[in-house]
């Protein structure tokens, strides 16, 4: 069984950075798209950022620029540095595995997600 275990989140103000660490329990080279979702409350989960397996990326557009997905398969791990953060960034963060997709029904491996909070 694939897990994932999200690290990184915490109280932040406006214009700060955080960054983000998702490990994965499974190798992940040659296998898994890893993407960043994020939920607020009230909301539906979004997608924010995905990398495939080849380390081409995409974002959303309200992350672009601000947010850089990575990756590195040697320590079966993905990361999500954020800089310019803004209250509205403020959401519980998740991170997913799978083949790559914006949408969040499409990824069963997820981990247990970690909170960012913005205060302005």
């Known amino acids: 069984q694939v897990q994932l275990v999200e690290s990184g989140g915490g109280l932040v103000q406006a214009g700060g950075s955080l960054r983000l660490s998702c490990a994965a329990s499974?190798?992940?080279?040659?296998?898994?798209?890893m993407a960043w979702f994020r939920q607020a409350p009230g909301k539906e989960r979004e997608f924010v950022a995905v990398?495939?397996?080849?380390?081409?990326?995409t974002y959303d557009g309200s992350v672009q620029g601000r947010f850089t997905v990575s990756r590195d398969d040697a320590k079966n791990s993905a990361y999500l540095p954020m800089t310019s953060l803004q209250p509205e960034d403020t959401a519980v963060f998740y991170c997913a595995a799978g083949s790559p997709s914006f949408r969040a029904s499409d990824y069963s491996i997820w981990g247990q997600g970690t909170q960012v909070t913005v205060s302005s």
């Open positions: 499974v190798r992940t080279r040659n296998a898994y798209a």
């Open positions: 990398i495939n397996i080849f380390g081409g990326t």
